[in-house]
């Protein structure tokens, strides 16, 4: 196993929204800002601000370079082929509904279906039922993975695409996804992975994993909120009709016709969140400059330290499996889930409780709700005991 690491309190002084003595366990939610992603944010309002791709001004001409910049290191950073594979999304819930409007409207004809797995998020199944789409579902294995033997066995050319989580954001379970890649593309399905909770946790390259689309939200990887990325295969971007019209998706506009711009831009109408951009690049600045690799580690380790403690409070019961990565779910026999993050919240422990927008999850857990703790750098030891300490005060109350 994994040692706890011996920096997050290094880690944890980089976040001033974290007072002493408080244990933010819903990281998975999102994530606190660490000072270098709150000062570029406040730079780029206070003294570079200037709109992006539009402006003949020096000021926007910066601006735009910084923007295009930001591209480039998401680009870098998940291992895409050109950054122009970069769109940039309110959101993963954005970039998924993109996916299901735009690439959905030419490629899911009546009779095709998708597949999806028990525990997806709800961003990643709802805009497949809005695309209309008939949807198969993936179950679990006894551990709480997506069962890809199952998969291999269900899946048939009508899938004509896979959509699945890199990482449950309930269970923390990794999923396998160059071989759910090697099942889905034996049938000519494409696969889209949701890495909300795994960009933050794992390191990611998207031509190692072999997947079609790869989306995340920036504010789970200590980034803003409102900015988000949607990789794709360039060739099948460049295959993509808009999903939205307006300003910068174009290359000529009439009365008559509309021609679009070539990808990125066909997808990003609007003025874009110039700033989201700019702070999910010190994000990306900031989580490589610890180390993707160690902030893996010392999330399992923190995770591993985490369910040794709740099990030895025999009322516990944990869901998920034991090698889950950064989350973990857990019910107090008798006990609301909604309660114990009460009784939590006034010892200074932060956690979710709740269906986690999954409740199809839920329902295949057997339970309508649970409680989460889940990790980000800033969190040690000292978080583990304070949950288990809170827990022990929610059986006293509970008896
Ligand atoms: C696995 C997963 N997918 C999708 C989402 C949606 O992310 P957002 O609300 O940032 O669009 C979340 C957020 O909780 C998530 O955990």
Redesign the pocket.
């Known amino acids: 196993m994994d040692a706890i690491s011996t920096r997050p309190l290094d880690w944890l002084a980089d976040f001033p929204a974290i007072p002493e003595g408080w244990a933010y366990l819903d990281s ?2 999102t994530a606190q800002k660490p000072q270098v992603v709150i000062d570029a944010i406040e730079r780029a309002y206070g003294e570079t601000y200037a709109t992006v791709h539009r402006g003949v001004y020096q000021r926007s001409a910066e601006m735009t370079l910084a923007f295009e910049a930001s591209r480039r290191r998401v680009a870098e950073f998940i291992n895409a082929r050109a950054a122009e594979e970069v769109v940039f999304v ?5 970039g ?1 509904n993109l996916v299901a409007q735009s690439w959905g409207r030419d490629n899911l004809k009546p009779g095709d279906r998708v597949l999806l797995s028990t525990l997806e ?1 709800h ?2 199944i709802v805009p497949w039922q809005l695309a209309g789409a008939e949807i198969d579902v993936v179950p679990l294995t006894e551990d709480h993975r997506i069962d890809l033997d199952a998969m291999a066995a269900m899946i048939r050319p009508e899938h004509k695409l896979v959509a699945l ?1 890199h ?3 309930v269970l923390g379970s990794v999923l396998d996804a160059k071989r759910a890649a090697e099942i889905a593309h034996n049938v000519g399905s494409k696969l889209l992975l ?1 890495g ?2 795994a960009v933050p946790r794992l390191p990611v390259d998207v031509q190692e994993l072999d997947c079609d689309f790869y989306v995340f ?1 920036g ?2 990887l200590y980034g803003p909120t409102g900015i ?1 990325v949607l990789w794709a295969r360039s060739e099948i971007l460049e295959a993509m009709p808009p999903w939205q019209g307006g300003g910068a998706m174009i290359d000529k506009v009439t009365f008559e016709r509309t021609t679009w711009a070539p990808p990125p831009a066909r997808f990003e109408a609007g003025t874009p969140h110039v700033v989201g951009v700019i702070g999910l690049h010190a994000a990306i600045d900031y989580v490589t400059g610890i180390g993707l690799d160690a902030i893996h580690a010392h999330e399992a380790a923190l995770v591993a330290e985490t369910r040794d403690a709740l099990r030895s409070l025999n009322s516990v019961r944990l869901f998920g499996p034991e090698d889950s990565t950064g989350i973990v779910s857990f019910a107090v026999e008798g006990v609301h889930p909604h309660d114990v993050g009460t009784i939590l919240d006034e010892e200074k422990v932060a956690i979710r409780a709740g269906h ?2 999954a409740q199809p999850l839920m329902a295949a857990l057997g339970v309508h709700a649970t409680a989460r703790a889940s990790f980000g750098v800033y969190n040690g030891r000292r978080d583990i005991e304070a949950l288990a300490r809170g827990i022990e005060r929610v059986r006293k109350i509970f008896g």
């Not at 309110?90 to 954005?94: C, D, H, K």
């Open positions: 998975a939610a309110r959101g993963a819930t954005e998924i998020h961003s990643n989580a990482v449950s954001n949701d909300c909770q939200s504010h789970k988000g986690h927008c």
